[in-house]
């Protein structure tokens, strides 16, 4: 999901690939947000591993 996020796909988008609400998706992300310490969809990228395995 944070791979999804970015990479530029919107609330919606995410949702409707993983087949959860977009409500989930932001719920989701928050804590995405909290544990990477950032609140930038794009600064996601750059602090993620780049191990392709664990793309979704």
Same mark, same amino acid.
């Given at each position: 999901?944070? @791979?999804?996020?970015?990479?530029? $796909?919107? *609330?919606?988008?995410?949702?409707?690939?993983?087949?959860?609400? &977009? /409500?989930?998706?932001?719920?989701?992300? @928050?804590?995405?947000?909290?544990? $990477?310490? *950032?609140?930038?969809?794009?600064?996601?990228?750059?602090?993620? &591993? /780049?191990?392709?395995?664990?793309?979704?």
């Amino acid at each position: 999901m944070a @791979r999804l996020a970015a990479g530029g $796909l919107t *609330t919606p988008e995410i949702g409707a690939r993983l087949f959860i609400s &977009p /409500h989930a998706v932001e719920w989701h992300l @928050r804590k995405v947000f909290t544990q $990477l310490a *950032t609140t930038s969809r794009p600064e996601i990228a750059t602090l993620l &591993p /780049h191990d392709t395995a664990t793309l979704v």
